[in-house]
């Protein structure tokens, strides 16, 4: 069984370049949720998306976008970069919630951005 | 605002039980508490969620306590491969609010030879 695989692995932007990255979930997985990790603030929401719809969206400004597509797969696209966006970025699938609430989430490798 | 607490570093010898300890300062009766860890470099890895009663799986136990904000993770064997970053995080389930997950800052698990 596929993973979640992450494009690209590692990527090296420099200041006010934009970049895409993109999420491929397991099959049969239709949420798709996107984490920002850095040394100094951990693991941290962006998004998620289920269905091609966003549902809920963290506490970052509106250079961090993102979309999905109708066979699942996401991509997100962080637009006038800047250094502190350098980070890893890790994105999850997960399938539809059980009525036992329990639902595990898949990450995938993630795409480490380097902005210079 | 809701804190979850996890001492930041712990050693375990190999072969022997490595027990990871969570504190909830509020936790509501529909909140699941889940464990990921974290090897470096690579994406967080599922490994244990409950939600009242204590929970066992292939790679490790959960004891959740009765008023549900004490939670501790027990790796029954540690081996070297179980040197990660541990992650305690409560989620809504998908009933409640949107899916997402918020992870405090883990506890790093060194499992020594």
């Known amino acids: 069984k596929a993973g979640v695989t992450q494009t690209p692995r590692y990527l090296i932007k420099t200041r006010g370049q934009q970049v895409t990255l993109s999420c491929s979930p397991i099959s049969g997985h239709r949420s798709v949720s996107w984490y920002q990790q850095t040394p100094g603030q951990g693991l941290q929401f962006l998004f998620e998306y289920f269905s091609e719809t966003q549902r809920n969206k963290g506490n970052f400004p509106g250079r961090f976008s993102g979309r999905q597509f109708s066979n699942s797969r996401s991509e997100m696209n962080v637009s006038t970069l800047e250094l502190g966006d350098s980070a890893l970025y890790l994105c999850a699938s997960s399938r539809q919630g059980a009525l036992t609430g329990a639902n595990v989430l898949t990450f995938g490798a993630g795409s480490r951005l380097t902005v210079l | 605002d809701a804190k979850t607490t996890q001492p930041p570093s712990m050693d375990c010898a190999e072969g022997r039980a490595a027990n990871l300890p969570c504190n909830h300062s509020?936790?509501?009766?529909?909140?699941?508490v889940y464990w990921y860890r974290q090897i470096h470099s690579q994406g967080p890895q599922y490994i244990i969620h409950g939600l009242k009663n204590n929970e066992t799986n292939e790679m490790a136990s959960l004891i959740i306590t009765e008023d549900r904000k004490s939670s501790t993770l027990i790796l029954p064997h540690a081996t070297l491969r179980d040197t990660a970053v541990y992650y305690c995080?409560?989620?809504?389930?998908?009933?409640?609010?949107?899916?997402?997950?918020?992870f405090g800052s883990g506890t790093q698990l060194t499992v020594l030879p």
């Open positions: 995080i409560k989620k809504i389930p998908p009933l409640g609010s949107a899916r997402q997950l918020t």
């Open positions: 509020t936790i509501s009766g529909n909140e699941y």
